[in-house]
């Protein structure tokens, strides 16, 4: 069964971050580059005929975190992932709070940014490590990085030995990290987890 593609848009970035993530999401079969190198007054219009499900902002182009804001309420299909160059927790918790799904620092490691994506598509918050220890959410619980990874092998219906072996950690690590994946997702079985997708 083919997955139906992740549309992504990203915004205008500074030359290397903004090569660097076209060829992460060409690099990436479920994702779909539909606009790239986005000026900020442009965005708008954009994300109003392309409808992208996920678009990458530049931290740095905006002008303030009410433009993040009204872009979520113009748009609130688009799941709207900050990049910043080293974002503070306040400043990560103020993106999330205007409407960002993601926020991390533009150094964040390629696999990382890649989860992000995935993780943003189906409305999960992501935050830096860092951030994560400090941010009380809203709403439900936020994933951790690791729990992340279980998550994306649990739904591409991996074992959890194939988990352990591909993490380089015990199948009990694995079974740990599992069992809060499914009480912070609020689901009970693999079963159920896929159903999420």
Do not use: W
């Not at 990203?10 to 606009?35: K, P, T, Y």
């Not at 190198?37 to 678009?55: G, K, S």
């Not at 990458?56 to 688009?78: D, K, Q, V, W, Y």
């Not at 809203?138 to 729990?147: A, H």
């Amino acid at each position: 069964m083919v997955k139906p593609s992740i549309t992504v848009a990203i915004a205008r970035f500074e030359d290397i971050v903004g090569r660097g993530l076209r060829s992460l999401v060409d690099d990436d079969e479920q994702l779909e580059l539909v606009a790239e190198d986005i000026p900020r007054d442009e965005i708008p219009a954009m994300l109003r005929v392309l409808r992208p499900l996920v678009t990458i902002l530049n931290f740095a182009s905006l002008t303030n975190a009410a433009e993040l804001r009204e872009l979520h309420r113009a748009f609130p299909g688009t799941r709207l992932m900050v990049l910043a160059d080293r974002p503070t927790a306040g400043e990560c918790r103020q993106m999330v709070s205007f409407g960002a799904t993601a926020c991390l620092s533009k150094a964040t490691q390629a696999r990382d940014v890649l989860h992000a994506i995935h993780l943003a598509s189906r409305g999960m918050h992501v935050l830096p490590p860092a951030v994560i220890d400090e941010y009380e959410p809203p709403g439900p619980e936020l994933l951790t990085p690791r729990e992340s990874e279980v998550l994306e092998l649990l739904q591409a219906g991996q074992s959890n030995a194939e988990i352990a072996q591909a993490l380089h950690v015990s199948i009990e690590t694995v079974r740990t990290h599992a069992r809060r994946v499914y009480r912070k997702l609020g689901v009970r079985t693999r079963r159920e987890l896929r159903a999420r997708q």
